[in-house]
């Protein structure tokens, strides 16, 4: 079974630093893509973040580019997503996501608040 287990979320000030892990089983990690997604209250789910683990080509969205760097640790399973100069407006629940084994896969999120 394809899972993903996000962690790493909570309160922070304005201009300060997460990491948030997204540790991927049950297939075989090399072969997929992983992303991270963010969904806001009353917003549609954004996707911010992708990397290509096989050989660590990276996607960024405008609104995180030169903020947000995403990377893998294949010995771990596990990609990370570093946050750096978080803004109020990146408050969200943070998501990542596979297409694992010909389905989408999501994890449970985790909660980004933050605080002005």
């Known amino acids: 079974e394809v899972q993903l287990v996000e962690s790493g979320g909570g309160l922070v000030q304005a201009g300060g630093s997460l990491r948030l892990s997204c540790a991927a089983s049950?297939?075989?990690?090399?072969?997929?893509?992983i992303s991270w997604f963010r969904q806001a209250p009353g917003k549609a789910r954004e996707a911010l973040s992708s990397?290509?683990?096989?050989?660590?080509?990276?996607y960024y969205a405008d609104s995180v580019k030169g903020r947000f760097t995403i990377s893998s640790d294949n010995a771990k399973n596990t990609v990370y997503l570093q946050m750096n100069n978080l803004k109020p407006e990146d408050t969200a629940v943070y998501y990542c996501?596979?297409?694992?084994?010909?389905?989408?896969?999501w994890g449970q999120g985790t909660q980004v608040t933050v605080s002005s």
């Open positions: 996501t596979s297409a694992a084994d010909g389905g989408v896969t």
């Open positions: 990397i290509t683990t096989s050989d660590g080509s990276t």
């Open positions: 049950g297939f075989t990690f090399d072969d997929y893509a």
